[in-house]
């Protein structure tokens, strides 16, 4: 996902300057569309999480106090909420192993922005397997021509297509689904409310 897109971030840090300075340097990253919550206690924390679950959560580890960041995930609904740990002292790396990243006060507008681009771009076997899920309104109308038991050529007479394109684009349906019978696709069309009961040909 690009970084052109909109991300929830908060910020957890007691420290008014550092806080205040890192939301100054966010704002001014190129192609960064966000929107901040501040938080300067433990209290404030989980209230914020809980109202306004952000994409990411940006914390000095010594905010946290005695919670583990997946207890707080868990107790705020947080579950897929990226954790960063915002480092300006020694911190214990057995601690830093349960972040996803880590951004030091010395780092470059650069380095953070590289930072939260990669958190925020999911892995590109994710970004294939949506892909090749995701069917086109052709290819839907064409799954439900199938499920009611029209031939390849009473498709192509009903959409204005040549048989030839009907052929491939059932070609592109079972590599995109992974389903490669009638019957799979009838539970496919059925499960995806693009057909009733009553319009499938027994």
């Keep these: 996902m690009p970084m052109s897109s909109f991300v929830n971030i908060a910020i957890a840090e007691p420290s008014a300057i550092i806080r205040s300075g890192f939301e100054a340097v966010l ?21 914020t999480l809980r109202l306004h679950k952000p994409d990411m ?3 000095n580890p010594s905010l946290l106090g005695c919670y583990t960041l997946p207890l707080l995930k868990e107790e705020t609904g947080c579950t897929e909420m990226k954790c960063i740990a915002l480092l300006y002292t020694v911190t214990d790396p057995i601690l830093l192993r349960l972040y996803d990243d880590q951004i030091n006060i010395y780092d470059s507008p650069d380095e953070i922005r590289n930072k939260l681009e990669r958190l925020h771009t999911p892995p590109a076997e994710e970004i294939e397997n949506e ?8 290819e839907k109308e064409i799954v439900v021509c199938v499920v009611k038991g029209m031939t390849n050529r009473e498709i192509a007479d009903r959409l204005f297509l040549s048989t030839h394109t009907v052929v491939t684009h059932r070609r592109n349906i079972a590599r995109k689904l992974q389903i490669h019978s009638a019957s799979g696709l009838t539970v496919y069309a059925i499960v995806n409310k693009l057909v009733e009961l009553n319009d499938i040909k027994l």
């Design 27 to 47: 704002k001014r990253l190129p192609g960064l569309r966000v929107q901040l919550f501040e938080i300067a206690t433990v209290e404030l924390l989980q209230e």
């Design 57 to 59: 959560l940006i914390v």
């Design 131 to 138: 892909e090749q899920q995701t069917l086109s309104a052709r």
